[in-house]
């Protein structure tokens, strides 16, 4: 059974439908690339995907440590190549970790930064689409 559902809305637009849940989104090329930028483009998706993993991996992580990452934000930036293919070359995911985090020990640190750069998209990415992940 499919997992999500796109249909091609004329004017590089598109609409995407989580068969699931029903929630649906749309994407545009972006401004740089003929289109109208009025929402993700595909590969503002796939930078928030990573984002997005990373934290849920994390989550579980912080879940088994009797950790709590509530109101943790990441802030993540694309970056694509200006020679050859348009494609991703560098996303950059960096963490801000809310205030209760301060009394984790270095060792947990490290875990849940290792969990982040082992979630299933950082590990589906090609390897020449540079990872770049911080914590603050």
Known sequence: MPTVHTQYLGQLRTQAQHLQSGQTLITDAPTDNHGRGEAFSPTDLLSASLGSCM?????????QLGLDLTGTEVDITKEMTTDGPRRVRRITVAFRLPAAAATFSDHDRTVL???AQTCPVALSLHPDVEQVVTFG
């Open 55 to 63: 934290l849920t991996i994390m989550g579980i992580k912080a879940q």
């Open 113 to 115: 930064l290792r969990a």
